[in-house]
């Protein structure tokens, strides 16, 4: 029975490595740059692919990245809470206490997470385009079931008609 040879750790480089490149946006370049500071732009390229290719750093790689993907994933709570914050967005927490607008890196996280868009004027202010609060409120209502759809009510009237259920409601 052939034994499975067990793999060596990675070393702290490699370690370090794989670290800056998920960090980095997946650019080995730039990740063997961070970690040996001052190799050449060509060093970092070539040594950065050929990190990619050793067998232990791949699958650790493949470990790591299965962990970040399933860190950025959201459920169904995280997404309808995500919603409601959009709903009750207010503005009034994007300026100081004395009405001065806020730089974006002040921003708190809970108005941060509705922004849309924002764009910084050539006189210094700051445009902002806030998600939408009714299309928030809109989701909210319909995943509730708050939300009452004519066609979804006549489509139910339908078949208990047809089911030979339907009781009309007394109009007198």
């Keep these: ?11 702290l480089s490699q370690q370090a490595f794989l670290h800056h490149y998920i960090e980095n946006g997946f650019n080995a370049s730039r990740a063997y740059q961070t970690t040996h500071k001052g190799c050449s732009q060509d060093t ?4 950065g692919s050929r990190m990619l290719s050793l067998a232990r750093v791949k699958a650790e790689l493949d ?15 995280e997404a309808l809470a995500r919603v409601a914050m959009d709903a009750k967005a207010d503005p009034r927490d994007l300026f100081d206490e004395h009405g001065h607008p ?3 890196h002040q921003w708190p996280a ?3 997470n509705s922004i849309e ?3 910084i004027k050539d006189n210094q202010t700051i445009k902002v385009k806030l998600a939408s609060k009714s ?4 989701v909210i209502l319909d995943v509730t079931g708050k939300l009452k759809n004519p066609l979804a009510e006549a489509a139910g009237n ?12 007394d109009d007198s």
């Design 102 to 104: 806020l730089a974006p």
């Design 110 to 112: 809970h108005m941060a």
């Design 117 to 119: 868009s924002f764009e």
């Design 158 to 169: 339908l078949a208990r008609i047809l089911a030979g259920d339907f009781k009309p409601e």
């Design 1 to 11: 029975m052939p034994r499975m040879a067990r793999q060596k750790p990675l070393t």
């Design 135 to 138: 299309a928030a409120r809109k």
């Design 63 to 77: 470990k790591r990245l299965a962990k970040h993907w399933k860190s950025l994933q959201m459920d169904g709570e």
């Design 44 to 47: 970092a390229a070539a040594n």
